[in-house]
């Protein structure tokens, strides 16, 4: 594999859900690899949360991940946190993929098939952490007030 083999159709992008964040190259010409930190998807722990990163595949079908590699970097956030954040990624990504390497009709297809499904595929929940105040343990809670 020499320089000549790194000209392939690839795309970058990133998903996000709080504070973790996934980056997913997608690469074409590939033999359908999908590899999170460099461990293969079979061996993502926690194993009920795998479902949700599969969820993609499952609904646009096993054949438009057949010929592409899918390799992702995942850091920040719990561990719910980085399976949505990778599941945004692998969704972006593909719809990336077939914007610019095969046609706008079917990337519209695929696209309106996920938003269909669950909107957060695609677009990032902007929902963040509230600061605390002060006069109370939390953002909201307060101290206990006594009168006497």
Known sequence: MGAASTAKNSVQVFGRKKTAVAVAHITGNGKGLMKINGTPLDLLEPEGLRVKVLEPMLILGQERFADIDIRLRVKG????????????????????????????????????????????????????????????????????????
């Open 77 to 148: 956030g719990g561990y719910t946190a980085q399976i949505y954040a990778i599941r945004q990624a692998i969704a972006k990504g593909l719809i990336a993929y077939y914007q610019k390497f095969v046609d706008e009709a079917t990337k519209k297809e695929l696209k309106d098939t996920l938003l269909a499904y669950d909107r957060t595929l695609l677009v990032a929940d902007p929902r963040r952490c509230e600061p605390k105040k002060f006069g109370g343990r939390g953002a909201r809670a307060r101290f206990q007030k006594s009168y006497r």
